[in-house]
């Protein structure tokens, strides 16, 4: 896993719930601005998912590989899924979605990298 990388979008991620959740206190729908930043922290997700299966493959990596794959895989499926309902859903709830998908990322790619340094 690339430290760095893993930072910015937890920050990002971070970002994102916060202009969902005021989204939502204002009582609007999720409009292009959220959709594009889902977008962008998708991108993000599948970078960081191809370094760690490209060093999990080269053989580096945790113990625990199986573990860090269920989260690779459950961080890329998030945002799409969460970007799917938001549109969907055209009342104020729809980025409340976003908002719990914001702040899943963050504590979903914290617990990768714990199992990347092996502390977990």
Known sequence: MIGPLA???IVFALVIALVSLLTTALNKSMGTVLLVALGV????????????????VGGEGPADTATLIGY????????????????GERSRWGPAVIAVAGFAIPGMVGRMLQIWQGMG
């Open 7 to 9: 930072t910015g979008l």
């Open 41 to 56: 922290l998708e991108v993000g997700l599948l970078v960081q998912a191809g370094f760690v299966v490209a060093a999990l």
């Open 72 to 87: 690779t895989a459950g961080t890329v499926v998030i945002p799409p899924v969460a970007a799917f309902w938001g549109v």
